[in-house]
């Protein structure tokens, strides 16, 4: 199994943390893991994006073309990623704030309200989280045991009274992601 | 399982400084390592090792820290990255005349010039050839994952005293900036100043009664002495060349084709080469962990049987030469390069790799 996702959003949105939970509990997981940001310039003016790779094997390049799955989370992510999705990858996106429809029909392609969700409940900040959940119930890259586990380590001590939010935020992803295609 | 740590390239380094007992490090921030210093300001050894962590007001004062540090047979060493990494090469050259064991980190950023942040391996020429003035090597180890980051600094240490010579870990943004999991290097506590005094006879650790002063300099104005002391270099570097060579191969058996590539490029080649067999064509990789001491014999032994050979870097094309130079026009040895922090891609470098030489 080798998984090659790219996580891509504006900075703040939590892309660079969304990774590093995904990649810490991969391994915990036993798997060879990479975690790649974009750490130039553009991490500075608004997009952020990661590169995480999951594999039972060896991993060679951390740096990619295209990938299994791309979690695009605003326009210029989606524009830039939506191409690079393998034929039958899957794209995830949130709606909100994108001014077009994803529009590939060789891939599957997923929509999780988690804007317009972390603000129902009253959590922005478990945004990602409700991002990471909708991506775990599509495709089960990792153990839910091991996504709290890896919540845990890059979490900061002082943090720890949120990680039932986080849980919560995941259980809502999972409920609200929707296939479109 | 072992303790597998999730971590940067560059925090790698840091930790694996602390563990192996390193007693200084001396820098000046500068992207993309300056989590190195970072991570040691985090760690605080000073409160349990007792090693040193110092900013210094410049890269300058940085490399001439670590000079004295060395001089004194202590364990010391600095990072930077490319512009920060010019600004030492008086030092090193210093450091290198004198004899003296160090660590330099280079984690290279896009050039020429104060260039971009984003990843580079340009300052090939720089770390092997000699930086600064003078006829000087460097023992320079390429890593190309977050293990060996960790891995490197002990093993930089250990060639740098056993020489006598400062090493130096060429690594680039992307190795600095991936997070990988890695096994960090066990505790080796400080060696205490009677272990350097053994180990170091040469150090300025204090006259004692029954020897000589040590003097460290760099500085012989009698040419004939000068020249000897050149002789004594050389005869080291061979030494180096003879005993040090590290390299690891990837499907070269039974290739046609060989990629060469060091530091994180190389495993953007592995893919390119993963591509490639899928495709039916034979390629393989050739990964030289040591630039210095270059990897001339298996190079020379691969070129008796593939049809060419692609050098591809994050530069205009510097490794190449000693790639060339090595292979002596018996099979063709092309080159694919980005630069200014452009990353190539897998697929661009089959691509290469076909138009070049498959055809």
Known sequence: MKKEIIIAGFGGQGVLSMGKILAYAGLLQGKEVTWMPAYGPEQRGGTANVTVILSDDRISSPILQQFDIAIVLNQPSMDKFEPRVKPGGVLIYDPNGMTREPARKDITIYKVTATETAIAMNAQKTFNMIILGGLLKIAPIVDMEYVMLGLKKSLPERHHHLLAANELAMQQGAKIIEKIN | MEDFKLMKGNEAIAHAAVRCGADGYFGYPITPQSEVMETLME?????????????AESEVAAINMVYGGAGCGKKVMTSSSSPGMSLKQEGISYIASAELPCLIVNVM??????GTIQPSQADYFQAVKGGGHGDYRLIVLAPSTVQ???????????????????????????????????????????????EVRQECPWGTTGKLPNRKRNIITSLALEAEVMENINLKLQAKYREIEKNEVRFEAHQCEDADYVLVAFGSIARICEKAMEMAREEGYKVGVLRPITLFPFPTNPIKELSQKVKGFLTVEMSAGQMVEDVRLTVNGTVPVEFYGRMGGIVPSAEEILAALKEKLIK
């Open chain 2, 43 to 55: 760690l605080k050894p000073w409160e349990t090792t007792g090693m040193v962590v110092l900013q």
């Open chain 2, 109 to 114: 950023r896009g050039g020429p010039g104060l």
């Open chain 2, 148 to 194: 060996e980051m960790a891995d490197f600094v002990g093993l930089g240490f250990d060639l740098a005293f056993k020489y006598q010579n400062p090493a130096m870990i060429l690594a680039d943004g992307i190795v600095g900036q991936m997070m990988e999991k890695v096994v960090l290097p066990p505790f080796k506590p400080r060696r205490t100043e009677e």
